[in-house]
């Protein structure tokens, strides 16, 4: 199911205000007729096709209306959702943008990309007809954004909940009908998320809901949750027994969908040979700053060999979440003397392990709330600790990737001046549009581009005694590995899907190019089976790297580091190509 960009970079209270304490219109052609009908356009695509069929992306934007609706899993529906976005991309197509400025007409082809983006994945990629982990995980979800944010009475929210719950076993029986010969590794994926979804509900949903104090909706959902479960259990043995046995699909996306995702979701066409020539040279200047700093550390030992003792610096699992909040407190004092970029808000995230059923694919997120969402305004930073069940070796590959450096890199990257700070931004963007739809290239790229940018103003350089100085290689070093983390998947995502480089030799590849532990590279390349183009983070920093040299080249001694920055989030977050030319006023190229 289509994720929305908020869940990265949201919002935390739809004010509607600038930072200058202007109102922010919801177009930039207001005032025309041009305007009014274009008004209409967006507002009938979002009601009528994005949300209807996505109502749980729906609560994730704070537009409560559909809190009581789940998608629809059946073929029937997808059909529906084709036929729509098919009648829907017409419409968009015929309107008239003479008369529109720049940001309603870069508008106008984000719809069409987004439109045509998610006919690509339900008509050609049909995750919907290969990926068991999209009804376990998706249905999950839909409980998971009712229960994480208090924006209405538990009971009113419990309500909601059993709503959901009451179609979710249906939508197994759909599973079962639409799933044909999934790639084994989604199969395994999703058994491997199962355990955690199931005691999700059997345990976490009961416990966000247990001062609900309404008899008849706590009875119904004593009954709905209990269906839920069962349901789960049913559909773990089937993919255990029925499912998996007969898993021999091939999950790559090929050479074309993969170039043509790029073009609607990032507007990149570059040939996938020039991307990878990019990501190899971004990999190989990584990995002689790694190993040149590497010899500072240790001169008497190789790259892997620091690299091993970087990955011991860590803290216990137990004192994880509280070594990102003490980072906190020093990021945010740089950032404000600096004049690196404005802080709409002072009100920070909370720090939490991350939900069960995220767990499988991902060490650390940031989850915001939606633009329309006035009352549940908490951000969440998820961090994956280790699971009870795990053996001492997952334990270690998994706290690896928490070593000094990567803690300061990874709170960069997420909150300051990460994806928290361009969430905080989103009310600022410049319509309703920029809102709602995002490029990856965009918010991953920022939030990749802050880890570099920070350490290359200083931060993490407080004096120059030896413990300051080996305090600084430590921290990017942890940078450095990020980067590398980053390169590789850019190379074994495009390798893997056009068929030049197996699933092995992906896990291989993040060890030994990428800087990786065993247990880091086996999830990364499970999840660039699914997640086939995330190379958007290597992508979307060089392109605002790009970006930044050429305001700069422009504006001469005029420059300010901060008004960039400020100037780029303003936009909201779209491609990086839309971003070029409300910046510059040119169609130069972003690569």
Not at 85 to 103: I, P, S
Not at 170 to 194: G, M
Not at 255 to 277: C, N
Request: charge should be negative; include cysteine; aromatic fraction near 10%.
């Amino acid at each position: 199911m289509r994720m929305a960009g908020w869940i990265c970079v949201g919002l935390l209270a739809m004010t509607g205000w600038s930072a200058n304490g202007q109102a922010v219109k919801g177009t930039a052609v207001a005032g025309t007729a041009a305007s009014e009908k274009w008004d209409v356009v967006v507002d009938d695509y979002f009601e009528q096709v994005f949300f209807k069929f996505a109502p749980t992306a729906g609560t994730s934007a704070g537009l409560h209306r559909y809190d009581a609706l789940l998608e629809d899993y059946s073929r029937a529906g997808t059909d529906q959702e084709i036929a729509a976005l098919r009648a829907f991309e017409k419409r968009v197509q015929a309107v008239d943008a003479r008369g529109f400025d720049e940001t309603a007409a870069a508008d106008r082809q984000m719809i069409l990309s987004s439109i045509r983006g998610t006919l690509l994945m339900l008509e050609t990629v049909r995750m919907w007809e290969k990926n068991p982990d999209t009804y376990s995980s998706g249905i999950t979800n839909s409980v998971y954004v009712i229960m994480s944010r208090k924006f209405a009475s538990e009971d009113e929210r419990l309500r909601s909940v059993v709503a959901r719950e009451k179609l979710m076993p249906a939508v197994f029986a759909e599973a079962r009908k639409n799933l044909k010969n999934p790639p084994h590794i989604y199969t395994e994926v999703a058994l491997e998320q199962l355990p955690g979804i199931i005691s999700f509900f059997q345990k976490d949903v009961p416990a966000a809901f247990a001062h609900a104090t309404d008899a008849g909706v706590k009875a119904d959902f004593a009954k709905s949750n209990g269906a839920v479960i069962a349901a789960l259990e049913e559909y773990e043995k089937w993919l255990k027994t029925d499912l998996l046995p007969r898993s021999n699909g091939d999950f790559r996306f090929g050479a074309e969908t993969f170039s043509k995702k790029l073009l609607y979701d990032e507007m990149v066409d570059t040939t996938l040979d020039r991307l990878l020539e990019i990501a190899y040279d971004d990999l190989h200047a990584n990995q002689a700053k790694f190993n040149e700093l590497a010899k500072e550390v240790d001169p008497s030992k190789t790259p892997q060999q620091v690299l091993e003792d970087l990955g011991a610096t860590h803290p216990a699992p137990d004192q994880l979440l509280q070594s990102f909040r003490d980072t906190f407190a020093s990021l945010i004092a740089f950032i404000q003397t600096k004049h690196i970029v404005t802080f709409p808000s002072e009100v920070r995230p909370t720090l939490q392990e991350t939900p069960p059923f995220m767990r499988a694919l991902t060490t650390a997120s940031m989850d915001t709330p939606g633009p329309f969402e006035k009352v549940a305004t908490e951000a969440f930073f998820n961090v994956t600790l280790p699971a009870p069940g795990d053996t001492p070796e997952e334990i270690a590959g998994r706290m690896a990737e928490f070593n000094r450096g990567t803690i300061v890199s990874t709170a960069v990257h997420e909150a300051y001046p990460g994806h928290y700070i361009q969430f905080l931004w989103t009310p600022m963007a410049v319509s309703k549009v920029r809102k709602l739809i995002g490029s990856s290239s965009n918010a991953e790229g920022w939030a990749h581009y802050c880890e570099q940018m920070m350490l290359d103003e200083g931060y993490g350089q407080p004096g120059t005694g030896a413990a300051d100085v080996a305090q600084a290689r430590l921290i990017r070093l942890g940078q450095l590995q990020d980067a590398l983390l980053r390169d590789a998947r850019s190379i074994v995502g495009i390798q893997m899907h056009r068929g030049k480089m197996t699933f092995e030799e992906g896990v291989d590849f993040f060890v030994k190019e990428g800087y990786q532990t065993h247990e880091s590279g086996l999830i990364e390349t499970k999840r660039g089976t699914s997640d086939a183009t995330y190379l958007y983070y290597t992508l979307g920093k060089i392109e605002i790297l790009k970006l930044r040299a050429d305001v700069m080249k422009k504006q001469g001694a005029a420059f300010s580091l901060e008004k960039f920055h400020n100037d780029f989030l303003r936009q909201g977050f779209p491609a990086i190509k839309i971003v070029r030319k409300a910046m510059l006023g040119d169609d130069s190229p972003a690569l």
